[in-house]
C-alpha cells in the first residue's frame, strides 16, 4: 500500500510560480511510475505530467509543456511539480498517482492522494 500526500497549492497571481510536492509512504516508491492530474471545476480529470521510476524520462500535456517541470527525489520519496508562467486556466485541484507503468491515462494509476488547489488569479 501506497499513501501520497500533496503540499504546495496555493493562490498566485497570472505570470506566478507554484511548487508542489507529493510525499509518498511506503519503500515501494522508486519502483513506481509518478504522475500529475488536475481537474478544473465542471470538468473531467486531465494528465498533466508524467516521471519515470529513475527520473529519466518524463512527458507532459501540450498545455503545460515548457511552462511545467516534473522531477522526483528517490531518496526522500517525494515528486515535485515546478509550475512557471502561471495562466487562470492553470486553476484546478492537481493530484499526484503511483502506478507501475509508465503511462498518461488516469486509469493505469494505482494509488491517488487527496488532492491540492492551486488558484491563479487573472
Known amino acids: 500500500q501506497v499513501q501520497l500526500v500533496e503540499s504546495g497549492g496555493g493562490l498566485v497571481q497570472a505570470g506566478g510560480s507554484l511548487r508542489l510536492s507529493c510525499a509518498a509512504s511506503?519503500?515501494?516508491?522508486?519502483?513506481?511510475?509518478m504522475g500529475w492530474f488536475r481537474q478544473a471545476p465542471g470538468k473531467e480529470r486531465e494528465f498533466v505530467a508524467v516521471?519515470?521510476?529513475?527520473?529519466?524520462?518524463?512527458d507532459y500535456s501540450d498545455s503545460v509543456k515548457g511552462r511545467f517541470t516534473i522531477s522526483r527525489d528517490n531518496a526522500k520519496n517525494t515528486v515535485y511539480l515546478q509550475m512557471n508562467s502561471l495562466k487562470p486556466e492553470d486553476t484546478a485541484v492537481y493530484y499526484c498517482?503511483?502506478?507501475?507503468?509508465?503511462?498518461?491515462?488516469?486509469?493505469?494509476?494505482?494509488?491517488w492522494g487527496q488532492g491540492t488547489q492551486a488558484t491563479v488569479s487573472s
Open positions: 498517482a503511483a502506478g507501475s507503468v509508465y503511462a498518461m491515462s488516469e486509469a493505469d494509476y494505482d494509488y
Open positions: 511506503g519503500r515501494r516508491f522508486r519502483s513506481f511510475s
Open positions: 516521471v519515470n521510476w529513475s527520473g529519466s524520462s518524463t
